[in-house]
């Protein structure tokens, strides 16, 4: 890095969700990125002080995307088609944003499909945001570098997120 370089932190309010290459994203939470392995112990004969512990199988939780409900019905498509039998698995990348706009770090999402959809909690003495939350079962996460400045704006634009 050189003298002077800026380094700082993604903010978390700035990301973009992408599926089977839409953009789909004005999403206002996202939950669900980890990945836990459980250590599998292996008690090896004659040895006495100690018990090896090797890595165990890399277990995912859901994603959970909440947003403001829109006319978009591509989620909700996908979601009823799901119910009506008709599984549909697609990949998926989560990105975030620079402060610029350009991406930069993101996750893939892999054999994604709906497995919960829940709609707003409608009261007549409210005025929030009417909110659904989607809930994906997937095969994985893995990290996907930034891309090279302009492009993630470029993107973001061709995919219509930007106003």
Same mark, same amino acid.
């Given at each position: ?38 250590? *599998? @112990?292996?008690?090896?004969g004659?040895?006495?002080?100690? +018990?090896?512990?090797? &890595?165990?199988?890399?277990?995912? /939780?859901? $994603? ?13 498509r ?20 620079? *402060? @610029? ?8 999402? +892999?054999?994604?499909? &709906?497995?919960?959809?829940?709609? /707003?909690? $409608?009261?007549?003495?409210?005025s ?36």
């Amino acid at each position: 890095m050189s003298v002077g370089a800026r380094d700082d932190p993604y903010l978390s309010y700035r990301f973009v969700v992408q599926i089977d290459a839409l953009f789909v994203g004005g999403f206002s939470e996202v939950s669900g990125l980890s990945v836990r392995m459980d250590p *599998e @112990t292996y008690e090896e004969g004659g040895v006495n002080d100690h +018990v090896h512990k090797l &890595p165990g199988r890399a277990d995912y /939780p859901n $994603l959970t995307l909440r947003r403001g409900m829109t006319d978009s019905a591509t989620l909700s498509r996908w979601t009823q088609r799901t119910v009506d039998g008709a599984v549909t698995r697609m990949d998926g990348v989560l990105f975030l944003l620079d *402060e @610029t706009g350009d991406i930069g770090w993101g996750w893939a999402f +892999v054999d994604a499909y &709906p497995v919960s959809w829940s709609g /707003p909690d $409608l009261s007549a003495d409210s005025s929030s945001v009417a909110v659904e939350t989607l809930e994906l079962a997937h095969h994985g996460l893995r990290p996907v570098p930034g891309l090279p400045p302009g492009v993630g704006t470029a993107l973001q634009d061709i995919g219509g997120l930007l106003g």
